[in-house]
């Protein structure tokens, strides 16, 4: 990796900040209808250790981005937030909108999506930069902009183009820009939601190996959103899978994508093509049918059992708890003891088929 | 042949959802309904004015005593007093409401049929027709508004008539260019490709598929071209350029004005004044309803 | 850029020439006897084909019309009827009275709108504010503006009695600048000023927050929030895009406001180029009445080029082709 060379002062005072730990504890977000409160996220809890990286996973619509938004208080206005998001002990909620202002970028940054409309369209990129260091730090604009400009060379784009505006860049040129963005103040946490999404597999293996490399230079505490399990795989230390606003099993990536236990794991597991040991045979790609359950009226029990091909009336009447089954490993299925058979099964097309049948 | 029709045709709540949605959608906007039962009130006037007026508006009241009771404030006989002529306000108000809402809806009906005619055949069909329509509006466009009306009106001589022509002359090159480029839209949609290559004639098409989803922008700028007819007649009228021969609100005004009153009689200023802001004001709320309708953007979740 | 500004200058060309043609013919057409005011009983044949003559009024159509151009070209719209002058020697300075009003209150109107317009759309969906900012900015738009005029004068001319509602003030014998600069002219210039001003407000607001009101769910909103800058600063972003729609607005609305104006000059009584071209017409002072609105009617083309190039500094976005 190519760093910059000429660090300033500047540089080196903001790269000497720590990295921070967060703990959510018991997060609750209902987004206000017109049809009544629509229970995004349901009573999450989490940690991410110093340096460390965590990968929240799930298909859309679970309630991934609700959880990374509340986390630096983004939701709409008259959503309805409960529980504790802990910065180094400090409870996000509960700040102030001054304390809060300061807590944003500062300790906490965000890099999103690389839509068109992820930057200001009239204001040239360099701009935003600057403006969010301003925000914070009390320095020239001329200090700033020598800041921005690392940051570029350290993305891996030209400098010259800081002067440019959002258009004049293309897809993957935007992204780096929004990540350089990100990491203006050198923020303890990074929220990376869905980072290459919008991008097509060279350019995303690009944009994550240099994040990747970032991390291993600045150890920063991070969350890593995405739907794609072969990208937590090769960023993540820990995992957490959300399915319909809850935490379905949560633990080291080792572990949680090797064995996984819950149903819906092993289903998000089956669905996506992985790399095949030396003569292993490519083993079906299974698709988990159905949707998400409508969240205005979520079912009873536990939420996947109307997907799930291993229900039982159990599942259906009572609502299974975060289990923790060994050390930071924790499961949300009443089941959980058979998850070997389960996984034997679930390699077969049509145990998913029938379950489909049942449901529909 | 049984299942093709099944397919085609359409529940009935679906068929006219092109009226009934937008309309569904004024009724929920608070403003919007506000908006409605004024013009629902101002039209009822306008139709028994002749009823409800007390007096001939031109007649001059004249006292037991033989004189013009001019300037009288109100009293049990003139509700609204009386103007510098002796002649009573109210049935001068009353009988305005018949003037006003007669230019402003014949001019916006006169401006949407043609507007319309020029945006569907500029959109629908595009080619010269459309690079010739649209120059034509380009120019039509820099030509400012009321010294034109002023300027023809006063040559043509000020009538009813010839202040209808120069509203229809002046507004159905902005809606042109609205609803043309809503034909457009819709003409790039995949049902009116379907339709087409099924072999649907163009009057088909137009009638069945654009118009009813045109219909939206359509109304809006009827909407918009009532409130600015009567805009228009009223300035006119104020300005001087009226028909004489009639009793609107922007003539009371001008009458008030120029004969130097403006300040002491508000039994005859207050009226119109007020009448006009209402029946403008409604008019841009209901318009304004429309367009947040239309825009999603804009809509509340 | 040189060829975009020169290739839009050809097209404004085009456009005023188009509309002087269609002038020429609206006069040409109309019933009125354009002599009509000329002719003094018992004028000779002779005396009035000398007259028609010097207003080139004679001749078939076509060498009329060319006549006509010519004369335009070079900015000669011979002499009024009415004032016995040349037409630009009455037509210059009403086009500076109407300036002095119609500038400040076009500026004080786009700025108070376009703010009070960005307070609106930032606020609460739904809340007090907006509502009450929507309703109240729809009914003043509702107004006509001699209405708006009438009760200025009402107010703060005859039940106040603070400012004076007629004319321009006494000259005091004073030419050129000064004589604008004495306090007699400037307290009359109060109130036409503020008829415009509000009169103009109140689409400048409705549209500065609507813009707002899109541009705040947008996702770049989101992530200047996230930067954690002050509130205020992201509403600025909101409204910095919002101007851009304001302003490819602003420039052609003028050629609406000008209608305004010319309502607003009649009712304070305001020597400017709205009010002459009423009493041109109701004269029948033809050349005076052409040459006004011809004036007018290039004001509003070199706006609309003005918008074009406007629109390119503020939208990087914007390409010259």
Partial sequence: ?360 | MTTLVKYTKQSPSRRWSWLTDPLAALIRDRFALGGLIILAIFFLIAIFAPLIATHPPFESAISDTGRLMRLQPPSADHWLGTTTFGQDVFSQFVLGFRVTLMVGVLGAIAVGVISTLFGVISGYFGGWVDDVLMRITDIALSIPTLPFAILAVGLLGPSINNIILVIVLLFWRNGARIIRSAVLTERERVYVKWARTAGASHVHIIRCHILPNVFRVIFLWVTMSVAFAVLTEASLSFIGLGDPSTTSWGQMLNTAFTSGNLRSAWWWVVPPSLALVMLISSLYLVGRAFEEHANPRLRAK | MRAYILRRLLQSIVVVFAVTTIMFFIFRIVPADPTAMMVERGMSEEARQALLKEWGLTGSLGTQYVSYIKNLMVFDFGESFFYKKPVWDVLLPRIVNTLWIAVPGLLMGAAIGAGLGMVVGWSKRGSATERSGILVATIIRGTPSFIIGIALLAIFSSWLGWLPGFGMGDANGKTGIARFLQGDFLIHLILPVLAITIYFLPENLLLMRSGVAENRTEDYIELVRAKGVSNSRVAWHAGRNSLLPLITWLFPALAETIAGIVVIEIVFSWPGIGRELVMAVTRQDFPLAQAAFFLLAVMIVVANFAADLTYGKLDPRVVYR
């Fill in chain 1, 1 to 360: 990796m190519t760093l910059n060379t000429h660090e300033t002062d500047f540089d080196r005072k903001l790269n000497a900040k720590p990295p921070v730990e967060l703990s959510v504890r018991d997060l609750r977000i209902a987004y206000a209808t017109s049809r009544g409160p629509f229970r995004a996220v349901d009573g999450i809890s989490f940690d991410v250790q110093p340096s460390s990286v965590l990968g929240l996973v799930g298909e859309s619509g679970c309630g991934k981005s609700t959880v990374v938004k509340s986390l630096m208080r983004l939701l709409p206005d008259g959503t309805q937030v409960d529980g504790e998001v802990l910065l180094n002990g400090q409870n996000v909620l509960a700040m102030t909108d001054g304390a809060l202002r300061k807590t944003r970028w500062n300790k906490i940054a965000l890099i999103t999506q690389s839509a068109m409309n992820a930057l200001d369209p009239v204001i040239c990129i360099g701009d935003q930069i600057i403006e969010s260091i301003q925000a914070h730090e009390n320095v020239s604009r001329k200090v700033a902009w020598a800041r921005a400009e690392s940051l570029f060379t350290l993305v891996g784009l030209p400098t010259a183009r800081l002067r440019e505006y959002p258009h004049q860049f293309s897809g993957g040129m935007r992204q780096r820009a929004v990540i350089a963005m990100a990491l203006s103040l050198n923020a303890g946490l990074l929220l990376a939601d869905e980072p290459t999404t919008a991008l097509d597999p060279i350019m995303q293996d690009q944009i994550m190996s240099r994040i990747r490399a970032i991390q291993d230079r600045l150890h920063r505490s991070m969350i890593l959103v995405t739907h794609d399990i072969g990208l937590v795989a090769e960023n993540c230390n820990t995992v957490a899978v959300m399915y319909a606003g809850k935490i379905v099993e949560m633990g080291p990536v080792e572990q949680v994508l090797v064995a996984p236990e819950h149903p819906y794991t092993i289903g998000l597991h089956n669905a996506f093509p992985r790399m095949l040991a030396e003569g292993e045979e490519r083993p079906p790609l299974i698709s988990i049918a159905g949707g998400l359950p409508n969240l205005l009226n979520p079912p009873s029990g536990c939420r996947f059992h109307t997907r799930c091909p291993f229900a039982t009336d159990r599942c259906s009447a009572q609502e299974p708890p975060l289990r923790e089954v060994q050390p930071r490993r924790s499961v949300a299925c009443h089941h959980a003891g058979q998850a070997v058979d389960f996984r034997r099964r679930a390699t077969n097309p049509e145990t998913w088929a029938t379950a489909a049948r049942g449901t529909s």
